[in-house]
């Protein structure tokens, strides 16, 4: 996921029209005077932000006047729509932000809207190697052309870059029993078994993503870089998850200051396995979908605090399930030292807190079980001020996507 002051790279996106910031709604009104005053007034005293306002007499009752009215995507929207309908007649929201409606419309993201190849950050371990560059660049375009019912693009790792993977792997094999949650454990050991996860290869995405797909219905999509955070969320409400193919510079195996392969095959694939941790995701997804911008904000705030460096507490000792710290030897070790300053996952009071997302972290948040986090964020999703909720149906085909 991309910096969260990227604003969802809408200037970026191939199907970006006026309309995907938008929110379109129609009412109509008793032809009595100071109802439209009345209505704008509501509007008004909840920053609900006007672009453009129709009326016309209706046709059916000259008594009312019926208005179609443009807004954006912004203010109290939930609220100002709620008091709208006590006083208006046929309330209707007519159209709302764009967002993926299953899994195909995932291709009309703009290649654009990732961020990939030469220009890496001066901190980046590879910033003064060009031919490590040249080779993350070469991986990260294998999957520009990448369409949902593709074979993901194998990728034959040299032998340095298997080396990179097996020193990595073999540092966080075995910090893993003493510091990651048992949930991480278990399905790792799976993977072992199913995937042929081992020091001396790096597996593909593309089996990796069937035993996911079998175990939870979570899918891996290649992607050449960071996506947006609204891009990268809505995914997740489809089960679907951006991963990265190119791996980090061999001279910092323990840490990375950006997704890589060892990141997202190593961090994130063993707890998409397990199904109450797959179910956080696409929660955190849905809230996502269609949202004001400032909500997306918090969102990506929580999951950088729960998913990539989320710490849990188990029979009443501190264990890891963030992705980051997981693929993280150096982070792994510091996050559960005594000097390490940990505060009770809290959503509201969490997500005012701006992520650190190239270095370790000066705050760590601990959750009792994933039971209680997928609680908070339910509760957390209702002070979304989106006027509309979404729902995830489950067919053959796979997930859809439906505005409610
Ligand atoms: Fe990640």
């Known amino acids: 996921m991309a910096d969260e002051n990227q604003p969802c790279s809408s200037k970026k996106r191939k199907r970006n029209t006026e309309m995907e910031t938008k929110i379109k709604f129609s009412f109509s009104l008793t032809n009595k005077i100071g109802m439209l005053a009345g209505a704008l007034d509501i509007l008004k005293s909840h920053e609900v932000n006007l672009c453009h306002i129709n009326s016309t007499p209706n ?6 006047f019926h208005f179609i009215v443009i807004c954006d995507n912004t203010g109290e929207l939930k609220e100002a729509f709620a008091k709208l309908k006590k006083i208006a007649i046929n309330f209707e ?13 995932l291709d009309n993201i703009d290649p654009k809207t990732f961020t990939s190849g030469e220009e890496l950050k001066a901190e980046h371990p590879g910033f003064n190697d060009a031919e490590y560059k040249k080779r993350r660049t070469e991986v990260a375009k294998l999957s520009c052309d990448y369409k949902h019912d593709h074979k993901i693009p194998r990728v034959y790792y040299t032998k340095e870059e298997r080396n990179t993977w097996g020193t990595v792997y073999n540092k966080l094999v075995e910090l893993y029993p003493d510091h990651a949650c048992a949930t991480f454990n278990r399905n790792f050991q799976l993977l072992q078994t199913e995937c042929n996860y081992r020091a001396t290869d790096i597996p593909q995405l593309e089996v990796v993503s069937k035993f996911l797909q079998n175990r939870t219905g979570f899918r891996l999509r290649p992607a050449p870089g960071l996506i947006s955070p609204r891009d990268f969320l809505a995914a997740l409400a489809l089960r679907t998850f951006y991963t990265t193919q190119y791996i980090r510079h061999k001279s910092k195996p323990e840490f990375t200051p950006e997704p890589d392969i060892c990141h997202e095959l190593l961090g994130h694939v063993p707890l998409f396995a397990d199904e109450d941790f797959a179910q956080f995701a696409q929660e955190i997804g849905l809230a996502s979908l269609g ?3 400032k909500h997306i904000r918090k969102l990506s705030r929580l999951y950088w605090y729960t998913v990539e460096v989320g710490l849990l507490k188990e029979d009443g000792k501190k264990k890891v399930y963030g992705a980051a710290l997981l693929s993280s030897a150096h982070e792994l070790d510091l996050c559960l030292r005594d000097s390490a ?36 964020m339910r509760k957390f999703a209702e002070t979304n001020s989106r006027p509309f909720d979404v729902e995830a149906i489950w067919s053959a085909e796979g997930i859809f996507l439906k505005r409610c």
């Open 93 to 105: 929201i007519m159209s709302v932000p764009w967002f993926p409606k299953d899994i195909g419309d």
């Open 59 to 64: 046709t059916e009752n000259s008594e009312e």
């Open 341 to 376: 300053k940990i505060e009770i996952f809290d959503p509201e009071e969490t997500c005012k807190k701006k992520p650190i997302l190239s270095e370790t972290q000066n705050t760590y948040f601990e959750t009792e079980s994933f039971d209680i986090l997928n609680e908070k």
């Open 291 to 293: 949202a004001p911008f």
